[in-house]
């Protein structure tokens, strides 16, 4: 069946450097990426999206790769801060029926001071 | 915040209970998808509701079922709790046009605890 493969589990950074989160999707009829990020005790809160044209797309400090050939899609933040540090899921779907909304398992971005 | 709303905040309930939760969609929204979210995993897609009718299904057993109403509103419905069931319930609204689905948005889920 489809599936997401987040990696890594956990990451951290100092405080400035930058973070990269990597998914991987099976299901070749995938064309909207979404991200989420899940501070504790909250809900998920779309930060960044991506559809299959283009591939790449920025946002301040937070930008997404796609690489539809190899499945690959990455997320990208610049000039770590504290509040990055969080819960932050990818996920895939077909945006056309968007029937189903497929998650990883999600990474935990710590930042150090 | 979104304009997505959920109740009740927390449940808990007995093994075999029966179990509904609802959800408030967006202004504007007239889609509702349902997720199940286990301490320190993804959420896991339940179904989504789309003019009143299930669009779609994630590999949840009949017991796990929903309704949307002319609103847009929603209901999960579980049926013969197991532990397992224990999770965070998450919707999440959505407008559905010609052009596809539109980003989803979370409202702040319901603890269900099954003891």
């Known amino acids: 069946g489809e599936n997401v493969e987040q990696h890594p589990s956990t990451l951290s950074v100092q405080e400035g450097d930058s973070a990269v989160i990597k998914c991987t999707y099976s299901?070749?009829?995938?064309?909207?990426f979404p991200w989420y990020k899940q501070e504790l005790g909250k809900r998920p809160q779309l930060i960044i999206d991506?559809?299959?044209?283009?591939g790449e797309k920025k946002d301040q400090r937070i930008a997404v790769t796609l690489n539809k050939t190899a499945k690959h899609f990455s997320l990208h933040i610049t000039e770590t801060q504290p509040e990055d540090s969080a819960v932050y899921f990818c996920a895939a779907s077909d945006y056309s029926s968007a029937s189903k909304i497929i998650f990883g398992s999600g990474t935990r971005l710590s930042i150090r001071p | 915040e979104t304009g997505v709303t959920q109740s009740p905040t927390h449940l808990i309930k007995t093994r075999g209970q029966q179990v509904t939760l609802r959800c408030s969609s967006q202004s504007g929204h007239n889609t509702v998808s349902w997720y199940q979210q286990a301490l320190g995993q993804g959420p896991q897609f339940i179904f989504q509701?789309?003019?009143?009718?299930?669009?779609g299904r994630g590999n949840f057993p009949p017991r796990f079922s929903g309704l949307q109403f002319p609103n847009y509103s929603s209901e999960l419905n579980v049926n013969a709790l197991e532990l397992d069931d224990s999770a965070l319930y998450l919707c999440a609204s959505s407008s559905r046009l010609a052009g596809g689905l539109y980003e989803q948005y979370f409202g702040p889920g319901t603890r269900l605890t099954v003891t």
């Open positions: 991506i559809r299959s044209n283009v």
């Open positions: 299901d070749s009829a995938s064309n909207y």
């Open positions: 509701y789309y003019r009143e009718e299930e669009n």
